[in-house]
């Protein structure tokens, strides 16, 4: 089996509600040792070496971004713990959080440590309020054990808005505005919350940070792929009989996962990466699961045969416009058109002239979109002509037939 | 430090923090703009200034984009023009009006851009374009909003030239606004002698009224208007907070409360209004004593969030977006809250109520009346 754990080392074993369960094991003696034995740099060296990518969908080199961070000015800086975890099927960060807040503190610290912060912040998403007062008396329960050279820990609340998961968006609903995404550059890294440099990591991202550093970086990049090093949380969902969180070496089979783990029967496709994520039809389930091939922020869906692909594909589109901050041209309008489109095809009176146009706003999107909502709106779109073109060619044929009858009934 | 790059084929140099859009017409090359206006700061909405660099996996925006050392820009390429072309039909399918036939009331810069693009009309259709009743309520701007675009020009210019801060963006997405106060005609003393933002709108969504007789003298003179405050100040980063706060202590946030922050915080009713109407836990009408949210994500509709629905609906008697008349329950549908292990699930006040069947619901909802 190529489950294995490495995030989820201490959940189900240490108390969320007591830091001496987790001091009483290695708790906090990553972040002792750095302080001890490493400069900010070394530590940036030192996972970088490890090969960890973000794991909130994006994938960008951790010890790359911190060092961009780091470098970017002697002034204030700051980290920021993205926990605002709305991508479509998502729940893994929700399970970190509520079986082991004290990892993804001492992953904060250490980040912390390497760029030079003494301010961080965790943004928690309203849907998960009811972990609220949980992380925050883990917060309070660690600042009171009297560790030396912690930063200050502000743990901050969304108000509902899935953009504010996209990291300028989320800066802007920090500094207390419309979750807005930002253009970029400027970076983050450079001129990030409140115009200081700043880094955004996923839970998920942080809480390998004590692992790499406890076991060094040449333990963490023999796991996993050339590209993806390490293990990767996954949340299944959909037509599976065991739903639930699941940590895999990264690398390991679609197949493996939804089939041999969750149990799904009769699939006709899964959705890897949530709504913005990919569509993989059963023919492709031997595809492994790393940023080389398809991975996102870990929500794993699955369909079976009975299920409608374009109306999974209208929800999708559906999921963006309510979604979209409204900001630039491309998503605030392009998917308000894919909606009507696809929710008449869903309804038969679709038109053959639908696939171009479908196929040209795409294209639009995912070029001229000012952030990563609507760059990868249009995936479920592409993915689905591509695999199931046959399905949308059906539905407008069906369509011309109804038009006929509707036409003769007047 | 000279900065070198190439745009189609001219090389030319620049300096650290110029744009591509300044560095291409220093040398000529004309890159048609919308939501870009020199004298305010980028907002980069449009997306008809977008330019391709090479290496760049992505269209770029040539308004609000730095030039880098190296960089090679190409302003005229098929793929480029047909982006322009695309966010201009974009903008030209969901607006109302006869804007680009229409030139009378003043020149329309939709209707020069796509005259420019060389656009036919728009291929898209959208289920309801924008439309809105014309205002007329103010003396100074007659506003038709059926005709904005939301390119953000009139909110820039009113807030970086008027230093007013009258307009500000409310609710989200294809909803998207322009308004004032909370979302209240516009009719402000404080736009008297002013008129910036009709100067900056690109259609003619912001007109002056028949009855405005004033002279370029007389609107360029802001120096008796009252100045509304900045959007900097202490404490602005709370808002989102004291929303949430007034939110669950009153259960919606109410236009005297808006009013209230809006003083306390420094910044103006319509951008505190603008914030309370993007995030979906805020709520600008009362809501019921508790609030149910029934995930409608794909995850849940897999598992019939619909029959979820219909039970709760039968449960307390009202539909989605309402609220009982005895103030108990309101009944909102919400997208994905990360249960979908559960699914499917709901949310009451914030307790996660997952693996719901019909018959759980009312006994679930009996421990909240």
């Known amino acids: 089996m190529p489950e294995k754990n490495v995030v989820l080392k201490h959940c189900g074993i240490v108390d969320p509600h007591n830091l001496t369960t987790y001091l009483a ?81 001492e992953g904060i610290a250490i ?85 200081r440099p700043t880094i955004i990591n996923n839970v998920e991202t942080l809480m390998n940070i004590p692992q790499i550093i406890h076991n060094g970086s040449d333990w963490f990049s023999a796991i996993g792929t050339d ?20 940590e895999l070496v990264l690398g390991s089979e679609l197949r493996e996962l939804v089939e041999d783990l969750a149990m799904a029967e009769d699939i006709q496709a899964v959705q890897v990466g949530g709504a913005a994520g990919r569509l993989i039809p059963e023919s492709m389930l031997d595809t492994p699961l790393s940023y080389e091939n398809v991975l996102g922020s870990g929500a794993v869906m699955a369909l079976d045969q009975t299920r409608d ?14 979604e979209s901050c409204g900001k630039c041209v491309p998503c605030r309008e392009g998917t308000e058109v894919m909606v009507e489109i696809l929710g008449r095809m869903v309804k038969g009176d679709g038109v053959v002239e639908d696939i171009k146009t479908l196929e040209d706003l795409s294209e639009v999107m995912m070029l001229s979109s000012l952030c990563g909502l609507g760059q990868s709106a249009p995936v479920a779109v592409l993915d689905s002509l591509e695999h199931f073109g046959n399905e949308y060619q059906i539905r407008i044929e069906q369509s011309v037939f109804l038009r006929g009858v509707r036409a003769v009934r007047g | 430090m000279a900065i070198k790059v190439v745009i189609d084929d001219k090389e030319i140099t620049g300096y650290a923090g110029m744009t591509i859009l300044e560095a291409a017409e220093k040398v000529g090359i004309h890159i048609p703009t919308l939501c870009h206006k020199p004298d305010l700061s980028p907002t980069g909405v449009c997306r008809i200034c977008v330019v391709e660099v090479e290496g760049s996996p992505r269209a770029v925006g040539a308004c609000h984009t730095p030039i880098v050392d190296g960089m090679v820009i190409t302003t005229r390429s098929p793929k480029v023009l047909a982006l322009r072309k695309a966010a201009l039909e974009l903008m030209l399918t969901a607006h109302t009006g006869p804007c680009v036939t229409d030139s009378e009331i003043k020149q329309c810069e939709l209707n020069s851009l796509a005259s420019e693009l060389e656009m036919g009309p728009p291929r898209y259709t959208v289920r309801e374009p924008r439309f809105y009743p014309v205002e007329e309520a103010n003396p100074y701007v007659r506003r038709d909003l059926s005709k904005c675009i939301l390119c953000h020009r009139c909110v820039k210019a009113c807030e970086e030239i008027a230093k007013k801060n009258v307009y500000s963006i409310g609710y989200r997405g294809f909803d998207s606004k322009i308004i004032v106060d909370c979302d209240e005609p516009l009719n402000r003393e404080v736009c008297r002698d002013c008129g910036i933002c009709i100067d900056y709108c690109p259609t003619s969504a912001l007109t002056r009224p028949i009855s405005w007789a004033e002279t370029d003298e007389e609107k360029n003179d802001l120096a008796g208007a009252e100045e509304q405050p900045g959007s900097e100040g202490n404490n602005r980063e709370r808002l989102l907070e004291m929303l949430k706060a007034e939110q669950s202590k009153s259960r919606f946030v109410s236009p005297e409360v808006i ?66 008349p005895d ?42 009346s």
């Open chain 1, 25 to 105: 094991r290695d708790g906090f003696e990553a972040f002792e040792k750095v302080k001890a034995t490493m400069t900010g740099q070394e530590v940036i060296e030192e996972i970088k070496a490890s090969g960890l990518r973000g794991r909130g969908g994006a994938g960008f080199p951790c010890g790359l971004k911190w060092e961009l961070a780091r470098k970017s000015g002697n002034g204030q800086k700051h980290v920021i713990c993205n926990a605002d975890e709305g991508e479509v099927g998502t729940f893994k960060d929700r399970y970190i959080l509520e079986n082991d807040p004290f990892t993804l503190i």
């Open chain 1, 111 to 195: 980040a912390s440590y390497a760029v030079g912060a003494q301010q961080a912040y965790i943004y928690l998403r309203e849907e998960y309020h009811y972990l609220f007062d949980l992380l925050k008396d883990a917060v309070s329960q660690v600042a009171e054990k009297g560790i030396l050279g912690l930063p200050k820990i502000d743990v901050v609340e969304g108000a509902g808005a899935y953009i504010c998961g996209e990291e300028s968006a989320l800066m802007e609903s920090i500094e207390g505005k419309r979750g807005q995404a930002r253009y970029r550059p400027p970076f983050p890294t450079d001129r990030g919350l409140f115009g």
């Open chain 1, 227 to 246: 590209g993806s090093k390490g293990t990767k949380v996954f949340s299944v969902s959909g037509d599976v009989k065991r739903p639930g969180v699941y």
């Open chain 1, 309 to 322: 692909i374009i109306d999974v594909v209208r929800q999708t589109i559906q999921f963006f416009a309510e």
């Open chain 2, 259 to 324: 009013g209230d922050i809006a003083q306390s915080l420094n910044v103006g009713v319509s951008e505190v209004y603008g914030v309370a109407t993007f995030y979906s836990f805020l709520s600008t009408k009362p809501l019921g004593r508790n609030v149910i949210r029934v995930c409608k994500s794909l995850p849940c509709y897999l598992k019939n969030a619909q029959m979820i629905i219909e039970s709760v609906h039968r449960a307390i008697g009202i539909g989605p977006g309402e609220t009982t």
């Open chain 2, 327 to 368: 103030g108990e329950f309101s009944f909102e549908l919400t997208n994905c809250i990360g249960a979908c292990d559960k699914a499917p699930a709901m949310l009451v006040n914030h307790d996660v109520h997952g693996n719901l069947t019909p018959d759980r619901i009312s006994e679930a909802l009996k421990s909240y």
